[in-house]
């Protein structure tokens, strides 16, 4: 057995790579993931609408199918994946559990487990798509040709970026959602009304790593299953994702503890219905949703990722995951200076003057407490991306190349679920979604480079994607960047 613990009767995800490690008993796990997905797509009616809860097509199109619209009154629950927002997580975490529990159904097994991709850890390798959904061998069912070819290759495949990877931005963030408008980041997204499924504050961890990571499967170059929210879940890459999402959700609470989660009885009353092992509908509430052990399952390990050093640049700067370094607590954040209108379709420079240079802001804090610097990225719209992933920097020296300069890097703004958010029949009108960074550690560095009188701050945006920097970026645009001192 590999899959239930003998300790807590909890059956175990098992991280993917050292289920391959264990050779013939831990490819079982994916050898049966394989059988289950061979009999869901059995029960998909060869043309038409799907109709049975249990078959693949329609798991797929609970989170989107192309030509559905988005609405969370359907019937069917299609299309109704919660984004950007701070339903992202409780969501997700109900479609993997009511998704591993048909496969369990299909398999007569109710100790499988849904694996995860970890790509959080150090080595090059933990980034690269596991082999069994690289292996293109006929009838594969691991396997689709829907991603970007690098990612895919069988013998060399390219591994996603560490930057991408890395969850570390978002787990050192103590605070699970702010209201939408709140110019600071939370880890887990914006506080809005559960009305529509697409809103259009996206928490830190919804953007690094699940955005990122479904781009850079996807790729855009056609945009392959992963990259939009009609296609993904038909890429079986996508539940290892998920369940690696939700674990980093695990590796949070372990850090900053329950009560850091939200007390809103608008968030833990939000009731959301799946369909069960046997088809039929199942209901539970966030507050049921909140200990993994309540839903039978636990992860292989909820430790930390391994800190990527940031480089280069003074030690103190690496993120090492902070037990002993909390945030401080911020007043609210304020405006110090904005850009509007700024188009991604090629490396784009634009300059902010600050209302305060960062040394008035320091001389006023020293009373207080030290600054936090926020970077806001409003509004970005575009239905026609060239790419998975927009870098951002912070005076990027002009004709530099940005990959020299990590150390100036305020994020990246993930592709995946801006043509969502831009669509003009969209709630909102299309308006786009908003991402906001943490550059407290680049305004730093900044800082104590005595070349920069402050007065300006340079933001360049960078077109990327798997392999670095890339020339054209599409329609993408955003509405507006700004920056706060809090
Ligand atoms: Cu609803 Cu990773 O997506």
Not at 316 to 321: K, P, T
Not at 395 to 413: T, V, Y
Request: aromatic share 8%; net charge negative.
């Amino acid at each position: 057995m590999t899959n239930g613990s003998p300790d807590t009767g909890l059956r175990i995800r098992r991280d993917v790579q050292s289920l391959i490690a264990e050779g013939d008993a831990g490819l079982q796990v994916l050898d049966d993931y394989g059988a289950a997905i061979i009999a869901m797509k059995e029960l998909d009616s060869a043309a038409g609408p799907p109709r049975n809860p249990r078959s693949w097509r329609f798991q797929a199109a609970i989170h989107g199918l192309t030509g559905l619209r988005p609405s969370i009154d359907h019937p069917q629950h299609w299309a109704s994946c919660r984004h950007n927002s701070w339903f992202f997580l409780p969501w997700h975490r109900m479609y993997l559990y009511c998704f591993e529990r048909i496969v369990q159904s299909h398999l007569g097994d109710d100790s499988w487990a849904l694996p995860y991709w970890d790509y959080t850890k150090a080595s090059a390798s933990s980034r690269i798509l596991p082999a069994p959904f690289r292996t293109p061998a006929t009838g594969n069912p691991l396997h689709v040709a829907e991603r970007d070819l690098r990612i895919n290759h069988e013998s060399a495949p390219e591994p996603l970026d560490a930057e991408e990877a890395d969850a570390m931005p978002a787990l050192r963030i103590d605070t699970f959602a702010l209201p939408a408008q709140n110019a600071a980041s939370s880890f887990g997204g914006g506080v809005v009304e559960d009305v529509v499924p697409t809103a259009r504050a996206r928490g830190s961890v919804e953007l690094q790593p699940h955005g990122l990571v479904h781009g850079a499967v996807g790729g855009e170059d056609p945009p392959g299953f992963m990259s939009r929210f009609e296609t993904a879940a038909l890429d079986p890459i996508f539940w290892l994702h998920h369940s690696n999402i939700d674990r980093l959700w695990d590796v949070w609470l372990r850090r900053w503890g329950v009560d850091a989660l939200p007390d809103a009885t608008a968030w833990l009353d939000t009731e959301y219905e799946f369909f069960d092992a046997d088809g039929n509908r199942t209901k539970r509430t966030i507050r049921a949703l909140l200990d993994s052990a309540e839903l039978g399952y636990a992860y292989e390990s909820t430790d930390p990722p391994r800190p990527i050093p940031v480089q280069p640049g003074p030690e103190g700067l690496a993120l090492a995951f902070p037990e002993e370094e909390a945030l401080v607590p911020m007043a609210d954040p304020e405006l110090v200076g904005a850009t509007e209108d700024v188009p991604f379709a090629e490396r784009v420079e634009v300059g902010i003057e600050l209302a305060r240079p960062p040394e008035a802001v320091l001389a006023a804090a020293a009373i207080t407490e030290p600054t936090r610097w926020f970077l806001r990225v409003e509004d970005v719209v575009g239905e026609h991306p060239a790419v998975s992933r927009y870098d951002v920097y912070l005076n990027l020296p002009a004709g530099h190349r940005a990959a020299d300069h990590p150390e100036l890097r305020a994020g990246s703004i993930a592709t995946f679920g801006i043509p969502e958010a831009s669509q003009p029949q969209a709630e909102h009108g299309g308006l786009g979604l908003t991402d906001v960074f943490e550059v407290t550690d680049v305004m730093a560095a900044l800082r104590d480079d005595f070349s920069w009188d402050g007065s300006t701050l340079h933001v360049t945006v960078v077109p990327a994607g798997v392999g670095g920097e890339a020339e054209r970026g599409g329609d993408v645009r955003a509405g507006r960047i700004s920056i706060y001192a809090g």
